[in-house]
């Protein structure tokens, strides 16, 4: 089997949804523990549970490149700028139309990731 064949990805899908079935688990075997309450367990299990957290968000729901730029851009005054594109990390430059507000942007990239609101 190699990456580019489609049952690749989804062996791959089901190995993380695996990984995150047993981080939880462990993380609640822990916290049911007479010394749950001790720091280090304390510790263990929250760590266990942001593993879980963050491989389901990374591998299994990723989110909306749109959204994350939109993200970017709503925590930026400025009237237009320069982000790092979500689908090549090249240059994505946008820009806020002064009369209504849209959003415009497309990244330096040819063929790559564009939009207009």
Known sequence: MSASDPSYGEAFKAGVRAMVDMALIAAITIEVRADAGDVRQRAAAAAL?????GAKAAFLDPPDPLVRVFR???EDPASSGVLPCPTCAGRLVW???SYNGHLHGQ??????????Q
Do not use: H, K, V
Request: a negative charge; charged letters at 25%.
């Open 49 to 53: 549970q942001g593993l879980a957290e």
């Open 72 to 74: 970017m851009i709503a």
């Open 95 to 97: 820009a806020r139309d």
């Open 107 to 116: 990244c330096e990239t040819a063929g790559c990731f564009r939009w207009m």
